[in-house]
């Protein structure tokens, strides 16, 4: 059983399209993130939820929107794609800060 | 200056070898230190965990912290080709909620056997 299993794992799309990747976790935890990694593979928060309620909410431009329908699941949409997004997208959760579960990342290909 | 700075390498090692890796951070608020395990097109995984200062082992790997000098390390030693990987040190604030945890730029490692 994947503990945090995001979809898709490979996105490939136009500038100006809309998007959304999905995450799911399974390990019960309060916790859920979305993190970006760029080309150099620096690591950065986007977004966290604790229990549905946003709590981190990083320099990012609002066509970046999470959405958390419940606790297991934090999705991000993202409007009018742009060639700088191209990037991995990882989401992660955690019970205790500092002990990320990580997904296995969406690449995102922005053409 | 960056929060927290680490080599990115790449570093290439020959098996059994002794390997270090390091970082530093400009904030002394940071009490919490993680190193995390990634490999080629998969999420990070959790390695080491430490608060304040001291050592840590787990098998053969070690995590240092120098709270004194903002310096953290991590050891491996007998080093195996699996251990080839990026690492990435992480730092926190704290434990609450809000705390963020802010991850170096990682540095390869290539076990050679």
């Known amino acids: 059983d994947t503990a945090v299993s995001q979809t898709p794992k490979y996105l490939v799309t136009q500038m100006g399209n809309d998007k959304s990747i999905k995450c799911e976790q399974n390990?019960?935890?309060?916790?859920m993130y979305w993190y970006k990694q760029d080309s150099k593979k620096f690591l950065k928060i986007m977004f966290s939820?604790?229990?549905?309620?946003?709590?981190i909410n990083e320099t990012v431009p609002n066509r970046f929107s999470p959405k958390s329908p419940d606790k297991a699941h934090l999705n991000l949409h993202i409007n009018s794609l742009e060639l700088g997004d191209s990037a991995v997208y990882f989401c992660a959760s955690s019970q205790d800060s500092g002990k990320l579960f990580f997904g296995s990342g969406t690449q995102l290909s922005v053409l | 200056q960056k929060e927290v700075e680490q080599d990115p390498g790449p570093l290439s090692v020959p098996e059994g070898a002794i390997v270090s890796l390091n970082c530093t951070y400009s904030n002394s608020a940071f009490q919490y230190f993680m190193w995390y395990r990634q490999y080629s097109r998969k999420g990070p995984e959790l390695l080491m965990y430490t608060y304040s200062s001291g050592n840590k082992e787990d098998g053969r790997f070690t995590a240092q912290v120098d709270k004194s000098s903002k310096y953290i390390s991590l050891f491996i030693r007998d080093s195996q080709p699996s251990d080839s990987a990026t690492y990435l040190c992480?730092?926190?604030?704290?434990?609450?909620?809000?705390?963020?945890?802010?991850f170096g730029k990682g540095t390869r490692l290539h076990i050679l056997p």
């Open positions: 992480a730092i926190s604030k704290g434990m609450n909620r809000d705390d963020k945890i802010i």
């Open positions: 939820y604790n229990n549905k309620e946003l709590i």
């Open positions: 390990l019960g935890h309060d916790t």
